[in-house]
């Protein structure tokens, strides 16, 4: 069985799809209401930041852009985000200064 597909919006991606209905980013976001959506606490909250500023208030009233990103909201699964490394094992023919394997030759 196939695992159900996992999808990251950027805020500005969000944004423009609650504020401009049958834009490109309105049907990404339709589209990946079919999928499950992941965000972190601190893009909701740029979100509802972002959407809470005047100068949308010509697009779209602030209550409706509230309920918009309410909605959005509780359809996104919450994730926490890591501020830490993993420490990867170190590939054959790196050195300190590199993170990358050498290619071994002349490009």
């Known amino acids: 069985m196939a695992s159900a597909e996992r999808l990251v919006l950027d805020t500005n991606v969000v944004l423009s799809a609650l504020l401009f209905p049958g834009s490109l ?3 990404a976001l339709l589209r990946a209401q079919a999928s499950q959506t992941l965000a972190s606490d601190a893009t909701l909250l ?3 930041e972002v959407m809470g500023r005047a100068r ?3 697009y779209v009233e602030r209550d409706l852009r509230q309920k918009l990103a309410a909605e959005y909201m509780n359809a996104c699964e919450v994730v926490r985000i ?3 490394h993993p420490r990867l094992p170190r590939t054959p023919g790196t050195t300190s200064s590199s993170k ?3 290619m071994g030759g002349p490009i």
């Open 82 to 84: 890591s501020l830490s």
């Open 100 to 102: 990358w394997p050498s």
């Open 46 to 48: 740029e979100l509802v």
């Open 25 to 27: 980013p309105n049907r």
């Open 56 to 58: 949308f208030d010509r």
